[in-house]
């Protein structure tokens, strides 16, 4: 049984900042990918980072130069500091890792319940 438990989520005022981070637990052989999604109402869920078991990372264009995404492979654990949040940045946060549950196995991905994060004006 695989676990994703989020933290940090909240309410700040525009141009403030928050730091999300996910930990993983449970039996798995590894996690390749860990990232964070997030889904306004009426909207679709979207990516905002990722980042490889190799640290390589990739951001959706709205977040560079605001958000940085990390990971502790040691603690299996991906956070995500959030710093000049604006009002559209509000949404449910989800941490997602995408891991091998044996060695001999494929990818599967996990999904966290999700943390609100509002950004008021």
């Known amino acids: 049984q695989v676990q994703l438990v989020e933290s940090g989520g909240g309410l700040v005022q525009a141009g403030g900042s928050l730091r999300l981070s996910c930990a993983a637990s449970g039996s798995f052989f590894r996690i390749n990918a860990m990232g964070w999604y997030r889904q306004a109402p009426g909207k679709q869920r979207e990516l905002v980072a990722a980042?490889?078991?190799?640290?390589?990372?990739n951001y959706v264009d709205s977040v560079k130069g605001r958000f940085t995404i990390s990971r502790d492979n040691a603690k299996n654990t991906v956070y995500l500091q959030m710093n000049s949040l604006k009002p559209e940045d509000t949404a449910v946060y989800y941490c997602?890792?995408?891991?091998?549950?044996?060695?001999?196995?494929?990818?599967?991905?996990?999904w966290g319940q999700g943390t609100q994060v509002t950004v008021s004006s």
């Open positions: 997602n890792a995408r891991l091998r549950l044996r060695m001999t196995t494929g990818e599967s991905d996990y």
């Open positions: 980042i490889t078991i190799g640290q390589s990372t």
